[in-house]
């Protein structure tokens, strides 16, 4: 029999601590809420820790996110319409500055998800 526990899409804690960052890192979308934890083990050794968002992104994402019709936990389907937002948001005029951070935020996404698609309970 399989155990199971959490997967914050942003991790680590330590690196979100304003309440603003707490409630991007925490918001229920970004959760995977049971993943195997073999799984989940795997994951952390092989994807390196996601880039940190600056504020005017992290903003830009979670009103995204809580705008967006996007499933209430961590779904793979919203892994991937994340991955492209953050894609998409690499060529946004007032983003550009951001391209490589942005694309940096995607990539990092995309090589979950196939870790999110086997554990996922």
Do not use: C
């Not at 680590?12 to 925490?26: A, D, L, V």
């Not at 996007?70 to 994340?82: A, K, M, Q, S, W």
């Amino acid at each position: 029999m399989s155990e199971f526990n959490r997967h914050h899409l942003v991790y680590e804690r330590w690196m979100y601590q304003t309440p603003t960052e707490r409630r991007y890192r925490n918001l229920s979308q970004l959760v995977v809420p049971r993943m195997v934890v073999v799984v989940h083990d795997e994951l952390h050794a092989r994807v390196p820790t996601p880039p940190k968002p600056p504020l005017v992104l992290l903003i830009h994402a979670l009103e995204h996110i809580e705008t967006e019709d996007y499933d209430n936990h961590g779904t793979p389907d919203n892994v991937e319409r994340l991955a492209k937002w953050y894609d998409w948001m690499a060529y946004h005029p007032d983003f550009y500055h951001l391209e490589n951070l942005s694309a940096k935020i995607a990539k990092n996404l995309k090589e979950q998800l196939p870790y999110i698609r086997e554990g996922a309970a």
